[in-house]
C-alpha cells in the first residue's frame, strides 16, 4: 500500500512539475540573465533503487550570489529539510591514517542538507534511500529579499534485484523433491528462470520452475552440477544470475555387523565398521550398556574416519553390545554387534600320582574359562591325543568330561586299568576353548615289583689268578628295591667270610669275590625285594683261560717284501674276546725263535707282515691274545718270498661312478670343468723302493665300444714320490683316459687306468684362485690345537690329581710277572738277546711292530702294542 501510495504521490508531483516548469519557461524570453535556481543532476526526474544514496545540489544562478538568502530544500511533504547536527561529525582517521573506533550514536542521518562550494550551494544527501523517500523535493531561496526563487525535483524509487533466499550451496537428499531455492524481490517485479551448463530448463518432466525455485523431483546423484538462477526486470534493463551448486546427498548405510564377535581376555581386538554415504560418513561407537562414548573410554580408540574400533587390552568388563554409528549431513545409520569376551583356559589342578602295577590310575586335570574349555589327554612327546571315552587303540583307556558352563569349569579324568609299567611316564592335560589352548604335565608313577630284564643277556664275569671279580647287581622296581647276595643259597652278610665282600652304592649292589680256591667259580643269586614283591637274578662267575691255539693262517697276497695272511680265530668265550693276534717269523734256517721279529694286530686290521727280504723262505707262527694272555704259538706256515720285481699296481682311490662294461674302465667325474685332482694309494714296491710315478691322460671319445684317443693331446708327466697330482688345463665337458704306472729300480709296474670326464663348463665346487690355506692345512691346524689343548688338560690333571694319560703311565713302573712272561714269549727287542753268530750284513736289523687298523687305515707302530683298537 505504502508503494502504491507513493507512486500515487509521484505522479502528482511530476504534473505539477511540468506546470511550474510551463510557467518558468516564459521568463527566459523576457530576459537571458533572469535569477533562477538550477538543480543538479540537470534531469527532472531522478530515479534510483532503494538503498542506494543520492545527492542533489542546488545551486543559485543569479548575477550576484551575495544577495541569496534563505537557500533551503523542502521534502514531499513541503517540509524543510534540516542540515546534518554538528554532533555527527566525528573523524574516521586520525592523523597518522589509522582508522578510528566508530562511537555510539555516530550513524548519520538517513536525509539531510548540506551546505557545499563555500556556501554557494545547498545539497540534498540521501544515505540510503528507501521506498517512502519517493515524491518532489523542492529547492527555494530569496534573491534580493523580495524575489521569490524555485526549483524542483521528482525523486523514483525502486527494488533492485535482490536474492531472498538462494542459497549457493544446497545439498539434497538423493531419492527426495526438492525446490533449487532461488525467491528474488524486486520492484518493479523480476522475471526468473533457470540454466544448467548454459542450457535453458524448461518446467517439464522432472523439472518444475516455481516462485521458490527448481523443483527436481526424484533428485538423484546425476543431479549434480551447477544451476543459474536468472532473474530480469524488463523495464529498468536489470539482469542478474546466481550460481548454486547442488550437490546430492546419499543418507549413509552401516554394512551390518556380525551379531556375536569374540575378543581374548588380555589381548587386543580390533573390528571395523564400513558404511557407504554421501558425504563421507563419520564414525562413532557406542557402548550400549552404558551408552558412553566408547572414544572416551580407557584402552579404546576410535578412528572416525574409517570406522575402526581397538580395544588394547580387553577385559571382562568389556563384555557388552556395541553400536556402530554413521552420520552425515543426509543423516545416520547404525549396527549393533555383542562382543562376547572369552578367557583363556586355565589349568587348575593336575596333580602328579602313584599307582601300582595292575591296578587302576585315575588322572584327574580341572581347568577354567569361558566358554568353558574342553579337555583331552596324550602320551607326552607324542602327537595323538586321547579321545572321549573308550580308545580304540587301548581298551584300558578311557577319557571322561564334566562341565560346569555357569561357572566356567570342566574336569577331565583319564583312567588306565591294568596299570602296566609301560603306562609310566609324563602324560599332557590339554585345555582348550574358543580364546586359547593351555597345557601342562603331569607323571603317572607305576609302582612295581623288581626285575633284572635289563641284565638277562649279561655275558658271565670272568677273573683268574685270585684277582677279585666285581659281580654287580641292579634291579629295576618301583619302589626301591633292597638287595641282597646268595651263595650256595645262605645269605652272604651271614657268612662272614673275606673273600665275599658287599658294596652297596644307591640302587646297585656289588659282590666283589676273591677266588682264593676254584669253590668260588660258581654261581650267585641277587635277591631284590620291595612292598610289592621279590625278584632274584643268578650270575655266574668263571676262571678265565688264554684262548686256545689260532687253528689256521693261510698267505693270501706274498709280494716280495710282504705278506698278507688271512688268520681263522680260535674259538672264544661268551664275555671274554680276543683283543689282539701276534704272528712270530724268522728265516726258515734259523732253528731259534728266540730271534724272530714280532708284530702284534688288532682283530679287526689287515694281517699285514711286511719288512720282509725277497727271495727268501720264512717261517710264521702266529697266537692270540686275550686279557688273560696269549695262547699257544700255532698255524705254523712256511712261506718263501718272490725276487725283487717292478712295483704293483697302483690303486686310484676315485670312486666310479659307473662301469659300462665288464673290460671297459671305470669312470670317474670330476668337479672342475678345467683340472683334476688325481689321488692313489702306494702299491707294494715289491723289494725296491719307489722312486717315481708316471701318469699319462689323453682326451678322447668312445665309438661302437672302442675308445679313440686324441695323441696328439696326450700329456706325460713323472711325478717324484708323490700320491696325487692335478691335471691342468683340461677341456669341460670332455672324457680323459687316465694311465698310472709306479716306478723302481727294476722297471714300471702294470698300468692302472680310469676315465674321467671333466664338467660342464662351470665348476660344481667354487674354487679359490687367491692365495689361501689349503683345507688340509686348515684340518691340521684345527687337529693341532685340539691335541695341545689335551696335553696341557692332561699335565694339569697329571700335576693336581694324578689322573690322566700321563698318571697312567708314570705309575706303571711297576709290572707283573705274567706280563714279562708275555714279552718273553713275543720276544721284545728291548731284552737283552743271545749272541747272533750271523754276520751283521746278513740279515736286516730286528724291529718288533705292530699294526692297527681303525677301520679306515693301517697304522704301523715299532714296539709291541697288544690290545689296542680292538673292535672285539
Known sequence: MAAQYGRSLNSAAVMMLLVWITLIGVAPSQGQNQPRLKILPASSIQRKPVGHSLLLTCRPEVPDTNLISDLRWNDNRNMTILPKPMNYYYPLYDSKGRKLPTKAGQSSPMIYTESIAGGTALALIFNSLQENMAGTYYCAASYSVTEKLNAAVVVETYVAITWKDAPTDQRPLMGTDYIVRCEVTANPPATVDWLRNGDQIKSSGRYVIENRGLLIKNITEADDGV?????????????????????????????????????????????????????????????????????DLDRFSV???????????????????????????????????????????????????????????????????????????????????????????????????????????????????KLATTDDGLYECIARNRGDVAFKVG??????????????????????????????????AIPNATIEWRFNDRRVQDLYDQNLRIENEGLRSDLIVTPRDRRYYTAYKCVANNRLGSAEHVMELREARIPESV?????????????????????????????????????????????????????????????????????????????????????????????????????????????????????????????????????????????????????????????????????????ARMTNFEMRNLQADTYYRIELMAHNAIGFSKPAHVLMKTARGIDVVLRV???????????????????????????????????????????????????????????????????????????????????EFDGRVVHSRSGEIIGKNSAV
Open 227 to 295: 544451476y543459474t538462477c536468472r532473474a530480469a526486470v524488463m523495464s529498468t534493463g536489470e539482469l542478474k544470475n546466481r550460481e548454486i551448486r547442488v550437490e546430492v546427498q546419499i543418507m549413509p548405510e552401516v554394512q551390518r555387523l556380525p551379531q556375536v564377535m569374540d575378543a581374548v581376555e588380555g589381548q587386543s581386538f580390533s573390528v571395523m565398521c564400513n558404511a557407504t554415504g554421501k558425504p563421507v560418513p563419520e564414525f562413532q561407537w557406542i557402548k550400549k550398556g552404558t551408552q558412553q562414548n566408547a572414544a
Open 303 to 417: 578412528n572416525a574416519i574409517t570406522g575402526q574400533l581397538d580395544i588394547s587390552t580387553v577385559e571382562q568388563q568389556d563384555h557388552d553390545n556395541y553400536a556402530c554409528i554413521a552420520r552425515n549431513p543426509a543423516g545416520h545409520s547404525e549396527s549393533v554387534m555383542k562382543l562376547n569376551v572369552l578367557i583363556r583356559p586355565k589349568i587348575i589342578e593336575f596333580i602328579n600320582i602313584t599307582v601300582s602295577e595292575n591296578e587302576e590310575a585315575v588322572f584327574v586335570c580341572k581347568a577354567f574359562g569361558r566358554p568353558a574349555p574342553e579337555i583331552t589327554f596324550r602320551r607326552y612327546g607324542t602327537v595323538e591325543e586321547y579321545t572321549i571315552g573308550l580308545q580304540v587303540s587301548d581298551d584300558r583307556i578311557i577319557l571322561e568330561q564334566s562341565t560346569d558352563d555357569e561357572k566356567g569349569e570342566t574336569v577331565g579324568t583319564l583312567r588306565i586299568s
Open 443 to 476: 607323571h603317572i608313577t607305576v609302582e612295581y615289583r623288581p626285575i633284572f630284564d635289563h641284565m638277562k643277556a649279561l655275558p658271565p664275569v670272568y677273573t683268574w689268578e685270585e684277582r677279585p671279580a666285581n659281580l654287580s647287581c641292579f634291579a629295576q
Open 551 to 719: 687253528p689256521q693262517a693261510k698267505p693270501r697276497i706274498v709280494s716280495a717284501t710282504s705278506i698278507t695272511f688271512d688268520i681263522m680265530v680260535p674259538p672264544v668265550e661268551p664275555g671274554l674276546p680276543l683283543t689282539a693276534f701276534s704272528v712270530q717269523w724268522k728265516e726258515q734256517f734259523q732253528s731259534d725263535w728266540n730271534f724272530a721279529f714280532n708284530r702284534t694286530w688288532s682283530p679287526d686290521s689287515p694281517y699285514i707282515v711286511e719288512g720282509l727280504r725277497p727271495q727268501t723262505a720264512y717261517s710264521f707262527r702266529f697266537a692270540a691274545r686275550n686279557v688273560v694272555g696269549l695262547s699257544q704259538w700255532g698255524a705254523y706256515v712256511d712261506q718263501s718270498t718272490p725276487r725283487r720285481s717292478e712295483p704293483e699296481t697302483p690303486r686310484i682311490l676315485h670312486t666310479p661312478i659307473q662301469d659300462e662294461e665288464e673290460d671297459s674302465d671305470p669312470i670317474v667325474t670330476s668337479p672342475y670343468a678345467d683340472h683334476f685332482d688325481m689321488r692313489w694309494s702306494i702299491p707294494v714296491d715289491n723289494g725296491e723302493p719307489i722312486d717315481m710315478y708316471r701318469i699319462k691322460y689323453c682326451p678322447g671319445t668312445k665309438v661302437n665300444g672302442y675308445w679313440t684317443e686324441m695323441e696328439e693331446h696326450c700329456i706325460e708327466q713323472d711325478i
Open 769 to 851: 684362485d687367491s692365495p689361501t690355506l689349503s683345507s688340509t692345512a686348515v684340518v691340521g691346524i684345527v687337529i693341532g690345537s685340539v691335541v695341545l689343548l689335551l696335553l696341557i688338560a692332561d699335565l694339569l690333571c697329571c700335576a693336581f690329581g694324578n689322573l690322566g694319560i700321563l698318571a697312567t703311565l708314570c705309575r706303571k713302573t711297576k709290572r707283573s710277572p705274567s706280563d714279562l712272561d708275555d714279552e718273553a714269549k713275543l720276544g721284545r727287542e728291548d731284552e737283552k738277546q743271545p749272541l747272533n753268530t750271523q754276520p751283521a750284513a746278513a740279515s736286516p736289523p730286528k724291529v718288533n711292530s705292530s699294526v
